[in-house]
């Protein structure tokens, strides 16, 4: 697992991308009321603002750490979008990516970076 300094998360399996936020992202939101996934076939870039997730607190755009084209949004976070607080780093995914640059994934921190990161904020 990688992370990014906008708290995503990135799972590589292969040329597949699994993505959500972090633990920590979901616990600064609050309760996860709305959340809105893309669509399969959606290209995205790294940087770029791919899904939204809304709280009790705010509404915040998720970034794609990883360029590539979306295969799979997870859906069932429109009728379940308390998932992302339930199981931030696991069931509360919000999409599969096919990766159009793996090398990127080696530039995302691992969990002591992130971690580093996380007490300087």
């Known amino acids: 697992m990688r992370f990014t300094k906008d ?42 603002a791919f899904a939204v997730v809304e709280s009790v607190k705010a509404a915040s755009d998720v970034y794609a750490p990883i360029s590539g084209e979306v295969i799979e949004g997870n859906t069932a976070l429109g009728d379940a979008p308390e998932t992302v607080n339930a199981e931030p780093e696991a069931g509360g995914w919000f999409a599969k ?12 921190m691992d969990r002591d970076a992130y971690e580093a990161f996380l007490a300087t904020q």
């Open 7 to 48: 708290h995503e998360w990135v799972v590589l399996e292969g040329d597949v991308a699994t993505i959500g936020i972090t633990a920590h992202a979901a616990e600064q939101l609050g309760d996860v009321v709305f959340v809105e996934t893309p669509e399969a076939g959606k290209a995205v870039k790294a940087g770029d």
């Open 97 to 108: 990516i096919k990766v159009a640059d793996p090398s990127e994934y080696e530039k995302l």
